[in-house]
T-cell receptor, first 115, second 112 residues
Framework: GNSVTQMEGPVTLSEEAFLTINCTYT??????LFWYVQYPGEGLQLLLK?????DKGSNKGFEATYRKETTSFHLEKGSVQVSDSAVYFC???FGYGGSQGNLIFGKGTKLSVKP | NAGVTQTPKFQVLKTGQSMTLQCAQD?????MSWYRQDPGMGLRLIHY???????DQGEVPNGYNVSRSTTEDFPLRLLSAAPSQTSVYFC???????????FGSGTRLTVV
């Protein structure tokens, strides 16, 4: 079946450190891939997305590249800030023509950034 | 502000009680869905709707009912609450063909 696997957390980094959160997927077909972020006490917000192989999604200094050959969509940021502390979810979807439709989520990775 | 509104934000129920979690969106989105979030489990889809009058089951539908009588509203009903339904519930909406899923701020439900 279709699934998403994320690296286990929590991840604790110092401010300005480099961030990588690994995400791999199993899917029948070619899904769209997403990273969502959940700040404390809030709902999920879309951080970035990629809809086909080799696409790179980027937003707020975060990047992720859709790698079909390794079925991966790792999230990276060159210099994290305390305000990046949140839970990050990798997700996939097979919605119509790029619509997000039904999302399949990973378990989430909690990031804490220390000043 | 436009978006997805969920009520209540917090709720405590006794086992066997019933209740309805409300979800409303004012963006004229056709697609709406309900997820539950449990520690170490990520979010799992409960039910979804592709338009008024149309609903379908997701990954974990047992114990929940939904209906979609209008484009704006998508309530989630628990007919007989169980402790296993203790969770945080998120409602989301998106346009049918393109666009971003917008999530509500969640309802934290505790069943004792």
């Amino acid at each position: 079946g279709n699934s998403v696997t994320q690296m286990e957390g929590p991840v604790t980094l110092s401010e300005e450190a480099f961030l990588t959160i690994n995400c791999t997927y199993t899917a029948t077909g070619y899904p769209s891939l997403f990273w969502y972020v959940q700040y404390p006490g809030e709902g999920l917000q879309l951080l970035l997305k990629a809809t086909k192989a080799d696409d790179k999604g980027s937003n707020k200094g975060f990047e992720a590249t859709y790698r079909k050959e390794t079925t991966s969509f790792h999230l990276e940021k060159g210099s994290v800030q305390v305000s990046d502390s949140a839970v990050y979810f990798c997700a996939l979807s097979f919605g119509y023509g790029g619509s997000q439709g039904n999302l399949i989520f990973g378990k989430g990775t909690k990031l804490s950034v220390k000043p | 502000n436009a978006g997805v509104t969920q009520t209540p934000k917090f709720q405590v129920l006794k086992t066997g009680q019933s209740m309805t979690l409300q979800c409303a969106q004012d963006m004229n989105h056709e697609y709406m869905s309900w997820y539950r979030q449990d520690p170490g489990m990520g979010l799992r889809l409960i039910h979804y709707s592709v338009g008024a009058g149309i609903t379908d089951q997701g990954e974990v539908p047992n114990g929940y009912n939904v209906s979609r009588s209008t484009t704006e509203d998508f309530p989630l009903r628990l007919l007989s609450a169980a402790p296993s339904q203790t969770s945080v519930y998120f409602c989301a909406s998106s346009p049918t063909l393109t666009g971003v899923n917008t999530f509500g701020s969640g309802t934290r439900l505790t069943v004792v």
